[in-house]
């Protein structure tokens, strides 16, 4: 296969690709991915902690919580379970960080 592939060759690939993707696999690694990233928003780590943003992980948790529901019909129960633990997990370390803010600006 050559190298550098024409525009027509990229396009039907990438028609191809989207032939065989489903909506659902779009959202699990979505969510995964806001998951992830809600949790360093949370900068609850030394690594993190420059990287704290309680809006973002905020939005990160209730966007969680709406999309998940929508996966319930489509994927394994025990994704569904895994998903519901990640934004119990995501709201109580939301608290905890909440908490540490208030008590910095007291």
Same mark, same amino acid.
């Given at each position: 296969?050559?190298e550098h592939m ?6 039907? @690939? ?6 065989? *993707?489903? #909506?659902?696999? $779009? *959202? #699990?690694? %979505?969510? /995964? %991915? /806001?998951?992830? #990233? ?22 990160? #948790? ?5 999309? %998940?529901? $929508?996966?319930?019909? +489509? $994927?394994? @129960?025990? &994704? +569904? ?5 990640? $934004?119990?997990? &995501? ?13 910095g600006e007291s």
């Open positions: 296969m050559s024409n525009e027509d060759e990229v396009a039907r @690939e990438l028609a191809e690709e989207l032939r065989r *993707l489903r #909506i659902e696999d $779009v *959202l #699990i690694q %979505t969510l /995964i %991915t /806001i998951s992830s #990233i809600g949790y360093r928003r949370l900068g609850l780590t030394e690594d993190t902690r420059d990287e704290r943003d309680l809006q973002q992980a905020k939005l990160a #948790i209730d966007t969680m919580a709406a999309l %998940t529901p $929508v996966l319930e019909s +489509v $994927v394994p @129960e025990e &994704l +569904v379970r895994d998903f519901n633990q990640s $934004v119990a997990s &995501l709201q109580l370390a939301y608290a905890q960080a909440a908490g540490e803010r208030a008590d």
